[in-house]
């Protein structure tokens, strides 16, 4: 074994996965990229497998599977298909790092993998800790393995309590950007395009996480992350909305003392200190110049408009598998509006009503977050239809 770090990133061929791959090609010396997986989009897989030489890809498609296998059948690569490949690979013993960069419910199964298996989690894939946060902060307790935000908002809280484990946590609050729809009455939301959606004001990110930017949902997802993350309860957590994505959170101590993290929006940064934490590597990223920003502001979030943050907290108020439920007709209900299928208020209407209609396990196994998902799924794309 090497004594570079050996990384495994799930989704490299995404927004996070590409940025975390430019990462590592920076630092040659301390990574050992071992592992790098996709969903479907093969020609860039291909090509990353080329130039990085992992020793796994995984491809999620079948139908991509064989011309993945034609392209690097010459390449002393293993090349393996599906979800159960995506769960082996994460052991290896030359992994010491899992960079979670897939979108959605399916980052649960591999991560619970790579935690059996005592790897150092990177996590990006906040759907893990939303749908089954209990069970996987309980998990890691007992192997002993880190989970290290990647998340802008939850890096920076980590990166203001570093050297501070000692004393609790009075408050967090969690920025937002407010997204494209920041100011809008809900008269005004009703009639906003899916084009208009996808055009986040500060940050290029996927399709999924950026619709979830735009409802807020995103903001709710990472509210329940956090309390995970820090375990935090309901009401030790706040949204505060900061258009100019500068300040990336603040911690609030017991003495009142407030410390936040702030820089331009880049997430090479919360991707390379996951990854190399504790130390911090010098990089060229851009620096940030005040004059540049003469304000930075602060304002509420408008929770009568963007309904899905109340949604969020209701979740994390109850417990049991409610927040599993959310996430999977969120993930519906965005779906269905990048098909244009439903609207922009829809999606946040379908989640409200896909909670509101499925039961709420609590003290959840890991079944009863597999059916949970499997229900919600099923009523979701009953009520778009
Ligand atoms: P993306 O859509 O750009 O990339 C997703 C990656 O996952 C791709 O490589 C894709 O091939 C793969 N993938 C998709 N579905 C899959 C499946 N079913 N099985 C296996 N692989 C699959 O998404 P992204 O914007 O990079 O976001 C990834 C995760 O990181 C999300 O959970 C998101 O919420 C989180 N996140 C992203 C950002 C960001 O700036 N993009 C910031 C914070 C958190
Ligand atoms: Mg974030």
Known sequence: MSDKKGIAILGSTGSIGTQALEVIAAYPDYFDLQVITAGKNADLLIEQALKFQPNSVVIGDEI???KVKEALWSEDIHIYCGEEALCQV???NEVHT?????VGYAGLKPTIHAINAGKTIALANKETLVVAGELITKLAKEKGVNIYPVD?????????IVGEFHNPIEKIYLTASGGPFRGFSAEQLKNVTLEQA???????MGAKITIDSASLMNKGLEVIEAKWLFGLQADQIDVI???QSIVHSLVQFEDGSMKAQMGLPDMKLPIQFALTYPNRFKTEFPRFN??????????APNRNVFKNLDLAYRAMHENGTIACTLNAANEIAVEAFLKEQISFVEIAQLNENVVNACLNVLNPTYSDYVNADTVA???????IR
């Open 152 to 160: 802008s908002e939850h890096s920076a809280i980590f990166q203001c």
């Open 377 to 383: 799924r099923n009523k979701a794309k009953e009520l």
């Open 198 to 204: 996808l055009k986040h004001p500060n940050w290029s």
């Open 241 to 243: 909305v900061h258009p």
């Open 290 to 299: 005040f004059m540049n920003y003469p304000q930075l502001t602060f304002e």
């Open 98 to 102: 899992v960079l979670t960069a897939l």
């Open 90 to 92: 994460v052991e290896s």
């Open 64 to 66: 991509q599977y064989k």
